[in-house]
């Protein structure tokens, strides 16, 4: 499989951790997972050819992540019906700054950062 | 469950929500089939997303899982799509409330697993066909239609239609 088949999947397992941590409590806007699925496909596939195709060894790593992203969306959405793009926007900024500050502690150069 | 406003599909009653339209796309275009295909994504996220949201944090799912989920629905859903157009801001509360029975039998097939492996997948799959298949031969009966075993699996919609 090419990375650009196997981001697909990868990226589903993501939507499906994201998920497990909003848990039943909100909806999510739809208009939320283009933006999601733009944003974080161009990372994983920069990661992926920067480093190769790691998932399985990643995948525990990387789906923790997307249930922080999880949490951290329900976090900002607060009282409203739904996580909306703005939240996600939230979110997201969130768990990267989370990964660059993890990356530089460790030493590792940014761009990795974008997929754990 | 926290009472919720609609859309939020926890709220629908899953045998009541099933899409029955039997209106027909024509024929797409290779462009339109392109787009179709790139659109197909977000609804396979939107329903994997839905499928986290309810398993939540009893179990984990196995990635051989999500790799038979994805080739499985996107197959179907694309199918879907070709016969009928995209009508996802229409369906999404329907099609999004029967993901919500396919995580609680994949949740139900893997008790005493340590996660949602591939066979509680196909099985909650099978589970789930079936209920959408008796629904739309059902649905098919009251409008007067025709509940042929040919017929039956296109009006049944996204998570029935055969390719």
Known sequence: MTPAQEVDYILNDCFLAVGQAVGTQKSLDFDVIPWWRARYRAF?????????????????RVTAVGRFLGQRALHHAADKPSIDLCTAELASSDVETGC????????????????? | ?????????????????????????DSPSPVEIQEL??????????????????????????????????DHYREKFLAAMLAFGNRWMEDRSNVTSVAI????????YSEGKPSIDAEAARRAAADVERHC?????????????????????????YWCTYP
């Open chain 1, 44 to 60: 994983f596939l920069h990661a992926m050819s920067a480093n190769g195709n790691s998932w399985l060894r990643d995948r525990h």
């Open chain 2, 133 to 157: 298949e008796l629904h739309a031969r059902r649905a098919a009966r009251r409008q007067g239609q025709d509940t042929s075993d040919a017929a039956v699996p296109r009006i049944a919609g």
């Open chain 1, 100 to 116: 660059r500050m993890n990356a530089e502690r460790e030493g590792e150069p940014a761009p990795h950062a974008s997929q754990a």
């Open chain 2, 101 to 108: 029975m396919l995580a609680e039998r994949a949740v139900r």
């Open chain 2, 1 to 25: 469950m926290k009472t919720q406003e609609p859309p939020n599909p926890f709220h629908t009653d899953v045998t009541d929500s099933l899409s029955t339209s039997t209106d027909t796309f």
């Open chain 2, 37 to 70: 295909e790139r659109q197909v994504e977000y609804i396979v996220d939107d329903c994997f997303f839905t499928v986290g949201q309810v398993v939540g944090m009893r179990t984990t799912v196995d990635y051989e899982a999500v790799i038979w989920w994805r």
